[in-house]
């Protein structure tokens, strides 16, 4: 059965291309989420200190597809064995991987069902 692709919807399509001026102020930050997060993993192997959710990981909550044009990647989609977030749209940045999760629901809300 041929379902929407949910990486094609507008919804989940990178939106830092058609706006220039927007890709240089999510570059900065992107550089300092990667500085901050190399930081963090580094404080994490001290004995002394344990940080929660230190995954070596960025989860992003909403924009992973501006935070991956801004870097000049492309998106990985990867199905995941959980039902109420099925979906994982990633990409890797200067070594550090960020990562979005898409609910049961907002793929719903783009056409694409649990069966595609």
Same mark, same amino acid.
């Given at each position: 059965?041929?379902?929407?692709?949910?990486?094609?919807?507008?919804? +989940?399509?990178?939106?830092? *291309?058609?706006?220039? &001026? @927007?890709?240089?102020?999510?570059?900065?930050? $992107? !550089?300092? +989420?990667?500085?901050?997060? *190399?930081?963090?993993? &580094? @404080?994490?192997?001290?004995?002394?200190?344990? $940080? !929660?959710?230190?995954?070596?990981?960025?989860?992003?909550?909403?924009?992973?597809?501006?935070?991956?044009?801004?870097?000049?990647?492309?998106?990985?989609?990867?199905?995941?064995?959980?039902?109420?977030?099925?979906?994982?749209?990633?990409?890797?940045?200067?070594?550090?991987?960020?990562?979005?999760?898409?609910?049961?629901?907002?793929?719903?809300?783009?056409?694409?069902?649990?069966?595609?």
């Amino acid at each position: 059965m041929n379902h929407h692709n949910p990486v094609m919807s507008n919804h +989940l399509k990178p939106h830092g *291309k058609g706006h220039p &001026a @927007l890709l240089e102020p999510v570059s900065a930050y $992107l !550089c300092r +989420l990667v500085a901050a997060k *190399k930081e963090l993993t &580094a @404080l994490s192997h001290c004995q002394q200190i344990v $940080l !929660c959710g230190n995954d070596c990981g960025v989860h992003v909550h909403e924009g992973i597809g501006v935070l991956a044009a801004a870097a000049g990647q492309t998106l990985t989609i990867k199905q995941r064995n959980c039902r109420d977030y099925p979906l994982e749209l990633s990409f890797t940045h200067q070594g550090i991987t960020f990562y979005q999760l898409k609910s049961a629901a907002a793929l719903a809300a783009v056409g694409w069902g649990a069966d595609a």
